[in-house]
């Protein structure tokens, strides 16, 4: 199946900062989509993007799908930032299963 | 509209134990799925529903049945309860599979197996 790699495991950032996160992903995917999971748990879809730019307020993510990766941009962050990032992708194949990353654990000191 | 909702929110087995959990959506969505996370890992697929009366293996379907009877809800049981199975489990949703579909998540129940 399809591996997926989130890095860096772990950011700390002083609130005001800016943070890319990355998603390598070792096959072709038609579906990618970035989470955030809050600190109570909570998992909110961020973007559904298995290529191209999105924006939605301070955060875009960009695919490159032919190098088989994602970059979710968090700018100007703030504490409600937070959290956990996860990437998951999903195979062209019928069978195959959405698999997610191990996440990145942000947080956002005041 | 209240999304998806799971029930219970806690629970705790002895081993051996049995139980099933609840999930249900009012969005009239055709997927279903039910994940578990483990501390400091992501979500792991335990099993899927494309639609009513349908169910499929995921990743880890091992110890888990689910059946989808009703379009709208997603049962996920377990028969034996093991230590192992001790996890967060989501339940979540999507409209269809691919293109331009995101799916949304319960807020999840966690087990504790004794």
């Known amino acids: 199946g399809i591996q997926v790699e989130q890095s860096p495991p772990d950011l700390i950032l002083q609130e005001g900062a800016n943070s890319t996160l990355r998603c390598n992903f070792s096959d072709s995917v038609n579906n990618l989509q970035w989470f955030h999971q809050n600190p109570w748990g909570q998992l909110i879809n961020l973007f559904y993007?298995?290529?191209g730019t999105k924006q939605n307020g301070r955060l875009s993510a960009t695919t490159v799908a032919t190098e088989r990766y994602s970059l979710l941009y968090i700018s100007s962050s703030q504490t409600t930032d937070s959290g956990v990032y996860f990437c998951?992708?999903?195979?062209?194949?019928?069978?195959?299963?959405?698999?997610f990353g191990s996440g990145t654990r942000l947080s956002i000191r005041p | 509209n209240a999304g998806v909702t799971q029930t219970p929110k806690f629970r705790v087995l002895k081993t051996g134990q049995s139980m099933t959990l609840l999930c249900a959506q009012d969005?009239?969505?055709?997927?279903m799925y039910w994940y578990r996370q483990d501390p400091g890992m992501g979500l792991r697929l335990i099993h899927y529903?494309?639609?009513?009366?349908?169910?499929a293996k995921g990743e880890v379907p091992d110890g888990y049945n689910v059946s989808r009877l009703k379009k709208q809800n997603f049962l996920l049981g377990l028969e034996s309860a093991a230590p192992s199975q001790t996890s967060v489990y989501f339940c979540?949703?999507?409209?269809?599979?691919?293109?331009?579909?995101?799916?949304?998540f319960g807020p999840g129940t966690r087990l504790l197996v004794l």
């Open positions: 993007i298995p290529s």
């Open positions: 969005m009239n969505h055709e997927y």
């Open positions: 979540a949703s999507s409209l269809d599979r691919g293109n331009q579909e995101t799916q949304y």
């Open positions: 529903s494309v639609g009513e009366g349908t169910t």
């Open positions: 998951a992708v999903e195979g062209y194949s019928s069978a195959s299963k959405i698999i």
